[in-house]
C-alpha cells in the first residue's frame, strides 16, 4: 500500500469513516429486491438514446444488467420521438430510465 492510501485510511478513521470496502457477507441482510436480486446497478448520466442503447445493448453482451439509467439532461430537451425511444429501450432491457425535468431557474 502506498503512503497516499495508509494517509487516507488514517484520515477516514478519524472522521469515524469506514478505511477499508466492507465486508459483504457482515452486511447481508437477507432482504432482497422483488426478483429476489441483493444488489442493483444504476448508469448516471447517460443523456442521449445512442448512448443508451450501446450501454445496454453492452451490458446485455458482457453479461451483467444495468438496473436502471439516469439521464440528466432534461427531458424537456428531448424530442417526443427520442423520448419514446428511452421508454423502448426501457421496455426492452428491463432497465428503469430515470429522466430528469431539464433546465430551470437558478
Excluded: K
Excluded at 469506514?18 to 452486511?27: C, G, H, I, L
Excluded at 448508469?43 to 438514446?49: C, E, F, S, W, Y
Amino acid at each position: 500500500m502506498t503512503m497516499f492510501f495508509q494517509g487516507t485510511r488514517l484520515w477516514l478513521r478519524e472522521l469515524g469513516v469506514p478505511d477499508s470496502d466492507p465486508d459483504t457477507n457482515a452486511m447481508a441482510s437477507g432482504r432482497t429486491f422483488s426478483d429476489g436480486c441483493h444488489w442493483r446497478f444504476e448508469a448516471p448520466t447517460v443523456n442521449t438514446v445512442e448512448a443508451v442503447e450501446t450501454l445496454l445493448s453492452q451490458s446485455v453482451r458482457r453479461g451483467f444488467t444495468i438496473n436502471r439509467v439516469t439521464e440528466t439532461f432534461g427531458l424537456s430537451r428531448h424530442t417526443l420521438g427520442e423520448i419514446r425511444d428511452y421508454v423502448a429501450l426501457g421496455r426492452e432491457y428491463g432497465a428503469q430510465i430515470l429522466m430528469s425535468v431539464g433546465p430551470r431557474a437558478v
